[in-house]
């Protein structure tokens, strides 16, 4: 059975730095796509990076050089450094893959960027 369980998530305030962790169980991040995904209140959950089995990384623009998305194959885990972090950032943060057909997310850890 997929399991992914976020942490690291907190307060912080502008310009700030945090560093979440997904930790899996039954995949093998390694040959997996995996992805980073928040949502904010009243909104849409919204990508913000990806990295394919292949080790290609991909962000919207809105957190394009600001946020780094990598893995630990020897942990089995991904790692979603995020720095420069703006009040617009606020929002529960989940890890996502994909495994025979279905979608699989973590619980979720909450990042706020206040002052």
């Known amino acids: 059975q997929v399991q992914l369980v976020e942490s690291g998530g907190g307060l912080v305030q502008p310009g700030g730095s945090l560093r979440l962790s997904c930790a899996a169980s039954?995949?093998?991040?390694?040959?997996?796509?995996m992805g980073w995904y928040r949502q904010a209140p009243g909104k849409q959950r919204e990508m913000v990076a990806i990295?394919?089995?292949?080790?290609?990384?991909h962000y919207p623009e809105s957190v394009k050089g600001r946020f780094t998305i990598s893995r630990d194959n020897a942990k089995n885990t991904v790692s979603l450094q995020m720095n420069g972090l703006k009040p617009e950032d606020t929002a529960v943060y989940y890890c996502h893959t994909y495994e025979s057909g279905m979608d699989y997310w973590g619980k979720g850890t909450p990042v706020t960027v206040s002052s």
């Open positions: 039954g995949i093998i991040v390694s040959i997996k796509t």
């Open positions: 990295i394919t089995n292949l080790g290609t990384t």
